[in-house]
């Protein structure tokens, strides 16, 4: 072979070796940082949503947030119109110090009258039931969400 071909075969291993090295670093800062998102703000010619009046709490709706597997089983959370963040970040609603979580993992948020649950780009992903969570999805009473080794209950 000649030298020209060596040459460029060792530049090609080196750029392949700094993409992942790149690749790399990036998963490892968005596991500890979240991704990143655009602000939620008013966009230009929008107006901005007037609040709904808080809707009394229905017979079927679910009013509690209940842990039933995982460290922190027996942990329950009101639920009120907020939404509940779940992961390993300090300023999550539900901190899960699991190995499997995210800093930022899953979202559970209301949506006319229905808890929907969302993925946060979590490595690992998230469960409802048995079934990945790849959308914004809703969400039963009683039917398990699974995030790392914590399993988590929306309940009257």
Known sequence: MSELTLL???LAF???????VIAAV???RTDLFGSRTAPAGPRKGIKPAKPAA????????PRQLVVTGGPLQ???I?????????????DATLVVSDDYASSR???LFPQDGQWIVEDLGSTNGTYLDRSKVTRPTPVPLGVPIRVGKTVI????
């Open 26 to 28: 990036g998963v490892i």
């Open 74 to 76: 027996g942990t329950t």
């Open 14 to 20: 080196l750029a392949v070796l700094w993409f992942f």
């Open 105 to 107: 993992h899953a979202r």
């Open 54 to 61: 808080k809707p009394k709490n229905k017979k079927g709706e």
């Open 153 to 156: 209950e929306l309940r009257k």
């Open 78 to 90: 009101n639920l009120t119109e907020t939404p509940i963040t779940i992961g390993r970040a300090n």
């Open 8 to 10: 460029l075969i060792r």
